[in-house]
T-cell receptor, first 115, second 109 residues
Framework: EAGVVQSPRYKIIEKKQPVAFWCNPI?????LYWYLQNLGQGPELLIR????????DSQLPKDRFSAERLKGVDSTLKIQPAELGDSAVYLC?????????????FGPGTRLTVL | DAKTTQPPSMDCAEGRAANLPCNHS???????VYWYRQIHSQGPQYIIH???NNETNEMASLIITEDRKSSTLILPHATLRDTAVYYC??????????FGTGTRLTIIP
């Protein structure tokens, strides 16, 4: 069974440029998460989707970050414009939800470098 | 989430049991204890979780004290591939996982 797929794995951009990350969750997983991980820190939740609905986006900086999960499967996270401080690893995870809500499966992440 | 406290780092000899402690003295009755690990350059990986009883799966064992104020993750025969950062998390109900800085476990050949 394929795990959570993310692309690209690495992205280098200049500040003020836009960038997008793509995630394909495990088949059948209705819940999808985007996390941000700074160097030396644990992952921090940005947004959680239940199917196509964003049910927790309280930590998403909405002035420059946006996300969508059309059709309740794949998801895209966008930053526009990127700032130097956005350099981090962006992780996508999915879970079955319900009683298995917190058994989350993570992708390998996208390492973003903003110059 | 209940606050969890873990040592920042630990070493363990290859082939020995690795015992990773976690303190969660403010845990409430319906908060589970979850353990994840993150190998370098990979996303976190779910290991095990429990509420009151000890749990065991193919990866590890989880021992929770009777008062539930602390727990220990046990990797019975550590290998070099177990070198990772281990996170102990006690989310409230279906609330989000809050990762701290975890314990960096180094398995020594």
């Amino acid at each position: 069974e394929a795990g959570v797929v993310q692309s690209p794995r690495y992205k280098i951009i200049e500040k003020k440029q836009p960038v997008a990350f793509w995630c394909n969750p495990i088949s059948g997983h209705n819940t999808l998460y985007w996390y941000l991980q700074n160097l030396g820190q644990g992952p921090e939740l940005l947004i959680r989707y239940e199917n196509e609905e964003a049910v927790d986006d309280s930590q998403l900086p909405k002035d420059r970050f946006s996300a969508e999960r059309l059709k309740g499967v794949d998801s895209t996270l966008k930053i526009q414009p990127a700032e130097l401080g956005d350099s981090a690893v962006y992780l996508c995870a999915s879970s079955l939800g319900g009683t298995q809500y917190n058994e989350q499966f993570f992708g390998p992440g996208t390492r973003l470098t903003v110059l | 989430d209940a606050k969890t406290t873990q040592p920042p780092s630990m070493d363990c000899a290859e082939g020995r049991a690795a015992n990773l402690p976690c303190n969660h003295s403010t845990i409430s009755g319906n908060e589970y204890v979850y353990w994840y690990r993150q190998i370098h350059s990979q996303g976190p990986q779910y290991i095990i979780h429990g509420l009151k009883n000890n749990e065991t799966n193919e990866m590890a064992s989880l021992i929770i004290t009777e008062d539930r104020k602390s727990s220990t993750l046990i990797l019975p025969h550590a290998t070099l591939r177990d070198t990772a950062v281990y996170y102990c998390i006690a989310p409230f109900g279906n609330e989000k996982l809050t990762f701290g800085t975890g314990t960096r476990l180094t398995i020594i050949p």
